[in-house]
Every structure is written in C-alpha cells, then in structure tokens.
T-cell receptor, first 111, second 113 residues
Framework: DAGITQSPRHKVTETGTPVTLRCHQT?????MYWYRQDPGHGLRLIHY???????DKGEVSDGYSVSRSKTEDFLLTLESATSSQTSVYFC??????????FGPGTRLTVL | GENVEQHPSTLSVQEGDSAVIKCTYS??????FPWYKQELGKRPQLIID?????GEKKDQRIAVTLNKTAKHFSLHITETQPEDSAVYFC????????????FGDGTTLTVKP
C-alpha cells in the first residue's frame, strides 16, 4: 500500500490536550496531505505539503498545524483538541503525478 | 474555490446490473478527475482517473466519462458483483496542483446478490 504508515492508529484524548499525528512515507514523494473524514462529508483537506518546510492550508485548517522537517514525515498537531475534531484522519502522498495514495487512517476520539 | 457535488448518495443494484455515479464540478481550471473506492474500515484507493484531454477511459468493468463543457463526469460499473459494494468518491483537481483536490461527499453502493 504505497509505503505509507500512520501513527497512532487509534487515540482517545480529552478536550484541551495537545495531540500529534504522524504520517511516514518510504516513497520519497514530494506531496503529502492530511484529510479528515466525517460521515456525510467525504474527505476534507486540512493541510498539505509540497516539500520540506513548505506547507499550505486546506479547506478546514482552523485548529490544526502541520510540520514537515524531513521528506518522509508529515506531522499534524491539534494544539488544544476539541470534540469537533473527533474524526478519522487520513494522510496521503502523491508525486510525480497527481494520483494520491492514502495511509491506513487514524481514528481520533476527543472526549 | 472548487465545489464538487456527487449523486446519488446511496445506490442499490442487483448483482449483474450496471451502476452509474455522477459528479459535477465548478472550477473550469480543474483538469484531473480521480475516483476512489473505500471499503468499510479501509483506506480510499484509486480505481480510475481521467484527465481533461480525453472524454472516456475504461479499465475492465469500470469506465469514467468526462463532459468538460457541462463540467460533469461519471463512473460506470458494469456487471456489478457483491465485492463492488463500497463507498465511492469522486474528486477534482489540477494536474499541476494536486494539493487543491476537492472530493465529493461519496456514494454508498450496495450490490445485492
């Protein structure tokens, strides 16, 4: 499955705590993405990266930050988790073409 | 920004029948249109895609058609099988800026044996 892993795969946390999700790829692809998936909303882009230290916002970026210090790793941080951020989070990669390949997902529950 | 609408939200067919899912997009600059299949509890997986320089693309039992003038594209599955049951997502983006992909809300396809 395109050499993408996500960690953790499941996480339960409390409102107000910081959370960091990690996406790791072994494909050396340029682009990396974070999406959230909620019932009835499909996949919504949170942030994406087009290179080391190069990131841009997606349509639902409020409350999230990202970092990419190495080609293979893309981190998503919830500075202060809220219940509305309970979701399934997918990382994806692409490059050199536009085809995106998804990681296995992280199920996050914020109580 | 881009807006992608997908219909229907649910679709039920008998095994062996055809299934058609339609998407419309708003940004005429979009030129890359992939389709993803997501089985329950799994990750989305690319099943077919089309670029704006062609009107149709086939891969065995699945095909995608694109009408640039009307800004809509469709997924066609023939001779459906129970293993085709899944959620299908369309998306629209630019070949040169895949970071701006916009997804439809998904269609839950159920194939009854």
């Amino acid at each position: 499955d395109a050499g993408i892993t996500q960690s953790p795969r499941h996480k339960v946390t409390e409102t107000g705590t910081p959370v960091t999700l990690r996406c790791h790829q072994t494909e050396n692809h340029r682009y990396m993405y974070w999406y959230r998936q909620d019932p009835g909303h499909g996949l919504r882009l949170i942030h994406y990266s087009y290179g080391v230290k190069d990131t841009d916002k997606g349509e639902v970026s409020d409350g999230y930050s990202v970092s990419r210090s190495k080609t293979e790793d893309f981190l998503l941080t919830l500075e202060s988790a809220t219940s509305s951020q309970t979701s399934v989070y997918f990382c994806a990669i692409s490059g050199p073409g536009p085809e995106q390949f998804f990681g296995p997902g992280t199920r996050l529950t914020v109580l | 920004g881009e807006n992608v609408e997908q219909h229907p939200s649910t679709l039920s067919v008998q095994e062996g029948d055809s299934a058609v899912i339609k998407c419309t997009y708003s940004d005429s600059a979009s030129n890359y249109f992939p389709w993803y299949k997501q089985e329950l509890g799994k990750r989305p997986q690319l099943i077919i895609d089309i670029r704006s320089n062609v009107g149709e693309k086939k891969d065995q039992r699945i095909a995608v058609t694109l009408n640039k003038t009307a800004k809509h594209f469709s997924l066609h599955i023939t001779e459906t099988q129970p293993e085709d049951s899944a959620v299908y997502f369309c998306a629209a983006s630019s070949v040169t800026n895949a970071g701006k992909s916009t997804f439809g809300d998904g269609t839950t396809l159920t194939v009854k044996p």
